[in-house]
């Protein structure tokens, strides 16, 4: 059903999101693995070598356990984990390869040097990679070195170079991108984040700088000149207030998710670029210094012109009761 929402509200602008087209894939499956086997029953009476069909598609009962990756689409930190991992492949295959060419050329290493010693484990190329595949998870190293280390005594370092190059490094740079990736990605999610949060500030410094609705009366005289302009000089300050207000969140946004965002053809080197962005963050401190001393002086204005005007004749300003 929000399958069928979604593409009622969204139509072809659904398939624009990875995501959507992951919920579609897996409840298209899903619906598949529902109809296919009561579609092969109903075709049986009238071909019999459907029932040889009939065992294949029963597989695709499997396919409804994937109903569980749905989560995946609410679960904003699985999101964030299964695009890290989807944004490590392509390191990940090129470490991939350096694992197999370092084990090719060991392979090769000891099918020349301890064939003749341990034909069990080196007699040939594809027996020397299988069990040095095997030993890439440390298991039974010890077995080979015993049983060669009186024939072959250097058999040791050979040994200690491949686990050392292939388990402690190469296999240590698949967590190492992943948890790069990860961390990039919760960086992102965190830049997202604090978007939203000075958008929603500066909307609600926005609704703040508005001024409240009055009533008004139709017995009201129309306003003078001396009101209208009041007006146009209290709507021109909210403009610059809003305006401002608007700059100081822009600018503290920019200096805050770092100047590539915004310049990213902009080379800098590392402490003129961390000094520009302590100026931004310091210019974008005083324009809203200055912002908000700007709206004080003109409340103070405001209760100024509120005050009666005193008497030509320099007498007191309230007069007293009588």
Do not use: C
């Not at 009238?46 to 695709?60: C, E, G, Q, S, Y």
């Not at 370092?102 to 099918?111: G, H, K, P």
């Not at 060669?148 to 740079?173: G, Y």
């Amino acid at each position: 059903m929000e399958t069928l929402v979604k593409l009622f509200v969204f139509r072809l602008a659904y398939f624009k999101v990875g995501w959507n087209i992951f919920d579609f894939s897996i409840v298209l499956s899903s619906i598949l693995s529902f109809l296919l086997p009561v579609l092969l029953n109903a075709a049986i009476s009238f071909n019999p070598k459907v029932i040889r069909l009939l065992r294949v598609f029963r597989a695709f009962r499997a396919i409804r356990s994937l109903r569980a990756l749905r989560a995946i689409s609410f679960l904003k930190s699985l999101q964030v984990l299964v695009e890290a991992l989807l944004a490590s492949i392509p390191a990940m295959s090129s470490i991939l390869a350096l694992i197999a060419l370092a084990l090719y050329v060991f392979a090769v290493i000891a099918r020349v040097i301890y064939a003749k010693l341990d034909p069990h484990h080196f007699g040939s190329l594809p027996r020397s990679m299988f069990w040095l595949f095997s030993l890439m998870t440390l298991d039974d190293w010890s077995k080979i070195w015993i049983q060669n280390k009186d024939a072959a005594p250097d058999i040791f370092a050979f040994l200690f170079a491949f686990l050392f190059l292939e388990s402690f490094v190469f296999l240590n740079l698949f967590v190492a991108v992943i948890v790069s990736n990860l961390d990039e990605s919760s960086k992102r999610m965190e830049r997202l984040r604090k978007r939203d949060v000075h958008a929603a500030a500066a909307a609600r410094a926005a609704d703040l700088a508005l001024p409240a609705p009055t009533p008004t009366s139709t017995d009201d005289p129309p306003p003078t000149g001396d009101d209208r302009s009041a007006d146009i000089d209290t709507t021109s300050s909210i403009d610059v207030d809003l305006a401002s207000t608007v700059r100081h969140a822009l600018a503290l946004e920019a200096a805050e998710n770092g100047l590539a965002t915004y310049y990213p053809t902009m080379v800098l080197p590392g402490r003129q670029r961390a000094a520009l962005t302590t100026y931004l963050m310091h210019l974008a401190a005083l324009e809203a210094t200055g912002a908000a001393f700007d709206a004080h002086v003109e409340v103070v204005g405001w209760l100024l012109d509120l005050l009666p005007v005193p008497p030509e004749a320099g007498g007191p300003i309230f007069e007293a009761p009588t």
